[in-house]
């Protein structure tokens, strides 16, 4: 349901409207509407002090998300919000400052570190082959060293040119091969001093690129290099390590400080966007705005008690104000909230019209669960859906999706045992599982009649809340909707007079009635009203996506369970079986979620729903969103 709000003014001298936004804040029920625009009375002037403190508040807010982000801090302690003076708030700032800094460094060391053993693995195997070699003439004075990389296929061209080099030097030469994991060559040429010049010619004539070492080892001979190489290896995860307690240090440091200083710089900044909608005099101040009905009188009180009689508050009568304005806040059971998901997807309703989460929360698992309708399926559902809610923060979007999917999971279950499906058709093979209704693999025509019905009762209720909704204001189009319902209920009675269903008295009566209702509703909505009543009739025909989805499904577990028969081993068709239903569930998922919001925001909403709702944003003290804090 809508909760009722009540339009509060509150009256002050100027030297105190501080104090009373301040007073507002702590109820944290008020939301602080355009100031009133009479003759004296005008809208608080922003100034370049304002405009500047809003810049730098903004700052400060970034600055401490940064931090906290780089922390690593997700959840916030929560504490009991306590005033943040102006000198605490510039110190906060201050830290915030630092610590932002202080994360940023960090997280610079740490992916320079990170690149850098990236770069030496890149080398790991060509260290790890030529290592053992280059340690035993790492002492050998006035000895160069070369190293190529070639392709496995030039295995043969290489050791010929080896050989040849070999021979021109008579052995002073030395070459080995050495294979690398890729599959590819590492070709090592150590020489004296005298020689390099005459190696380096040959390497390039055969077109044969030297080995190219990190620039950071540039410097370095190869033979001195390599050692360096993978001592620096063995060093980059202390280092790692050092900069993560420095990080740890840096959070008990300064995390609370930090909270409290975005906590601190959001209260500040929405007292300021506050201010800017007050209205004042050369020596008064005026606020209005929009709380709970049930909470005004406490508002009265509280500011009575905090400020003195020098302010006043008193309730605007509804004369005074239109709901076309009123923040819009939606209050249902705690069985029905995860639902206002659905609703919040749209636009909000607006002020005096009708919350739908009620009637979302009984008919979106109803259709889920005629769709999927299984029992196996249910359990798997109810068993995602316990652990989902273990893994989640209160409040969180994955706390909603649990508790959307526990009557999701209960209602296919329940139909399940009506059809009379286990995964399929295997618990009527294996089990002796029989369907309470029918079995929906082999009753099509029943199938479509349950969905169709199901339309009727769901468009037909969408109807009636429609005559609800617009009866006070409309009350001529109110009376085409109870009209347009009548007569969906006379075809119906029809129909079940024509099929025998009903004593076959109620087809004469029926389509008299029809027939004195469709002219009625041609002189009350006009000539569009036939069309009108035709949508509606194809509303409820686009129920029928409900037989069809909920035959797929149960069709295509029965192949899965069919296919894992006709395989010849046992453990390759019960893993195809497996596979099978995975996917078949998944679908089973996605296909009925979609769907039944369809009908929802389509054929049911259409009918009644009045977007267009303004969000209620209290001016209160700051809290992180739980969906953000927990992810």
Known sequence: MIIRMAKVR??????????????????????VAEGPVRAGLEPMSQSAFDTRRRRQLARVIEDA???????GVRQFAGAVPTPVSVSELARLARLARR????????ANDEARLNEERALIQRYRDLLDALSPEL??????????????????????????????????????????????????????????????AHVERVLADARLPEVSLPSQFHAASLSDAVPQMLARLEEIPLELAQL????????RECTVGLEKACAGAHDALARLEALARCSTTSRAFAIEGW??????????LLLERQLGSSVAVEELATEEWTGED???????????????????????????????????????????????ADIGYGIVLAMLGLLLHRHSQPGSIRRTVAEIMGPCAAFTILCGVLFGELFGDFGQRTLGLRPVLFDRAEAATASLLVAIGLGIVHVGLGLVLGVVAKWRQEPKHAVGSAVSALMVAFIILALLAALEVLPHNFLTPSVIALLIAFPILVAVEGAIAPVE????????????????????????????????????????????????????????????????????YVEFFGKFYSPGGTPYRPLAHWRPTPAASSL
């Open 135 to 196: 340690h035993k003439i790492s002492r050998s004075p006035h000895v160069v060293t070369h190293a190529v990389i070639v392709p496995a296929t030039e295995r043969a061209a290489v050791e010929e040119l080896v050989s040849a080099l070999a021979t021109q030097s008579q052995h002073s030469i030395v070459a080995r091969l050495h294979p690398l994991r890729s599959g590819e060559l590492v070709l090592l040429v150590v020489m004296p001093e005298r020689a390099a």
């Open 244 to 251: 993560a307690k420095d990080r740890q240090a840096l959070a």
């Open 65 to 71: 998300q940064f931090a906290l982000d780089g922390l």
């Open 291 to 300: 709380a709970p009905k049930t909470s005004a009188k406490k508002l009265m």
């Open 533 to 600: 009543f035709l949508a509606t009739l194809g509303n409820i025909l686009s129920y029928a996506r409900v037989m069809a989805l909920g035959m797929a499904s149960v069709m295509l577990a029965i192949v899965a369970n069919r296919m894992a028969g006709a395989v010849g081993s046992a453990i390759v068709g019960l893993l195809f079986a497996l596979l099978f239903h995975l996917v078949n569930f998944a679908i089973g998922i996605f296909g009925p979620t979609v769907h039944a919001l369809r009908l929802h």
């Open 326 to 372: 009123v923040p819009v806040v939606l209050t249902n059971p705690r069985l029905f909230r995860p639902f206002e998901t659905f609703v919040r997807m749209m636009p909000l309703p607006r002020y005096g019209s009708i919350d739908p989460t009620p009637f979302v929360a009984v008919f979106f698992p109803l259709l889920f669960g005629l769709m999927l």
């Open 99 to 106: 610590a932002r800094s202080g994360v940023a460094r960090l």
């Open 10 to 31: 509150v009256l002050g001298p100027r030297a105190r409207l501080s104090e009373t936004l301040a007073v507002l804040q702590d109820f944290g029920l008020l939301q």
